[in-house]
């Protein structure tokens, strides 16, 4: 059967958009060690499941270049785009096009762009962007226009914050309008090669603040203590941490194992002075391999962690009090109050792992607006339509376990404490030392007077012991840690309607 012309000459141009058109420039990208915009959505997608939008846009160049030129070198004007499935589920997925013109957003691009958030919004569609590109494109001339502040994919984008689950992800230079793509994102998981900025070096040079090289504008060992970025993965894995990422919006997974909980009677030192790595004890918790912790190195002295209970998605918060010995500082307060934020617009449960001294406090702390930083975690907490489940496992202290637990001890769904916790108005010795002062400054010997504090704070710490505090119905019940995960999954279980939890879609933070 013979094809007639005009297929012929779709075919033609189809093929023309395809990376084996371009192998010279293929070849010189993955020389840099980066892997072209069409193959990263295959590899992230179901095979033979993407739908392509505007696969024959060109740039709006016809002033500059001749047809032949755009055909070749401005394909699909530097994005691609479309719907696809992943892992079965509908998704959209985007990519600009670092072999076009280092990927930068055209006018046509912005239009293309444009019309899949349209389609996203619709049909509240779970997306993946991969968001490296040079930023703006100063050398379109076909369309009309002197400042192009009217281009609408940056409120688009930003609109869709808590309707729909919006992974970023970075694998290169990310620069400008791109950075911004970035940072509208929930999750943006980035590479060693990344590096991110409002400005790329043309336009730090033009603003008169000296020559930049493009990898040090904003490098990945910053974006990571900065808060920027919330994955960071070698080169290789981004596909897969996108892929692991936005699985847990796509709904519970049948397929999950139960970790040995024994470890957990163990898992928290004797004593208040020593320190320790709460991760273990949330991957205990959760099911076998299913965690994923945001933002470690910003504000490590609280981990902010995504995992599955039983197959269902939840949201963990822990102190870490081989960090500032858990309290809850500026930067922690906004890193919580984000997450819960995240989690609640998304239909997330969060379990709070509380062992904290309270709010940090001093001069030095004050200087970092602790007082508007950490109100934001109550505020967050108080707010919050899914469930919340409290777990103090060793120190529950002050406004800061106040603040873990949603404003209150009664706030979350359920509070239960470990037998070693303790809970109080704030740290047990310092306590003994503001109330007891004039007593124990009639104390001449220094040796008797501490041997005084020692002895007054002993007695304080049986009364604040966790099960005295239940006897007082201040919190809920005093558990064997090894039942933790059990007690917590009927909690939520008993929380759900129709096998899920619904989310409040609810606007996110970007910060």
């Not at 002033?63 to 691609?80: F, K, P, S, Y």
């Not at 239009?111 to 590109?133: H, I, M, N, Q, S």
């Not at 493009?214 to 990571?224: H, I, N, Y």
Request: aromatic share 4%; with cysteine; proline share 5%.
């Amino acid at each position: 059967m013979s094809i007639r012309p005009e297929l012929l000459e779709v075919l033609a141009r189809r093929a023309l958009t395809e990376d084996a058109a371009r192998p010279e420039a293929v070849a010189r990208l993955h020389a840099k060690g980066g892997r072209t915009a069409r193959e990263n959505l295959a590899a992230l997608v179901d095979p033979g499941s993407f739908v392509e939008y505007g696969r024959f846009v060109t740039a709006a160049q016809e002033d500059r270049r001749d047809t032949d030129d755009l055909l070749d070198r401005t394909v699909a004007d530097g994005i691609v785009g479309g719907l696809a499935t992943i892992g079965g589920r509908a998704c959209a997925v985007l990519s600009y096009d670092y072999l076009v013109m280092a990927g930068t957003q055209g006018m046509r691009g912005h239009r293309k762009t444009d019309r899949l958030l349209d389609v996203v919004e619709r049909l509240a569609l779970p997306t993946v962007f991969f968001a490296a590109g040079g930023g703006g494109r100063p050398g379109d001339t076909d369309i009309p226009l002197v400042s192009a502040l009217d281009v609408t994919t940056f409120a688009a984008w930003a609109r869709l914050a808590g309707r729909v689950p919006r992974i970023a992800v970075v694998d290169g230079y990310c620069f400008a309008g791109n950075a911004v793509i970035a940072g509208c994102a929930d999750l943006v998981v980035a590479t060693e090669r990344a590096s991110l900025g409002m400005g790329g070096p043309a336009m730090i040079a033009g603003g008169g603040l000296g020559d930049v090289a493009a990898p040090d504008v904003g490098p990945l060992g910053v974006m990571t203590a900065n808060g920027v970025v919330d994955l960071a993965v070698e080169d290789e894995d981004c596909v897969p941490a996108a892929r692991r990422l936005l699985g847990y919006f796509l709904g519970p997974v049948d397929d999950w194992a139960v970790p040995d909980q024994a470890p957990l009677r163990e898992a928290v030192p004797e004593g208040e002075r020593t320190a320790y790595d709460p991760v273990p004890v949330v991957e205990t918790l959760c099911d076998e391999d299913s965690v994923t912790v945001l933002r470690p190195e910003f504000a490590p002295e609280l981990v902010t962690a995504l995992g599955r209970l039983e197959g269902r998605t939840v949201g963990v918060i822990a102190n870490d009090t081989r960090h500032m010995a858990g309290a809850i500082t500026a930067g922690a307060g906004d890193k919580a109050a984000r997450f819960l934020q995240l989690c609640d617009a998304h239909g997330f449960p969060v379990v709070s792992l509380v062992d904290t001294p309270g709010m940090m406090v001093g001069p030095d702390a004050e200087r970092t607006g602790m007082v508007r930083h950490t109100a934001r975690l109550l505020v967050a907490g108080a707010q919050l339509t899914v469930p919340l489940v409290g777990v103090v496992l060793r120190r529950g202290y002050g406004l800061g376990a106040q603040a873990m637990l949603g404003g209150s001890t009664h706030e979350p769904l359920m509070t239960l404490a470990w037998p070693g916790a303790h809970l109080g108005a704030m740290g047990l010795e310092g306590a003994v030392r503001l109330s007891m002062r004039a007593e124990l400054e009639a104390i001449e010997d220094d040796e008797e007077r501490e041997r005084q504090v020692r002895e007054l704070t002993a007695f304080a710490q049986a009364q604040s012991s966790a099960l005295n505090v239940a006897r007082y119905f201040e919190i809920d019940d005093v558990i064997d840690p090894a039942e933790t995960r059990s007690v917590v999954a009927r909690v939520l279980a008993a929380a759900e309607r129709e096998g899920r939890l619904r989310g409040s879609g609810r606007s996110v933070d970007t910060w």
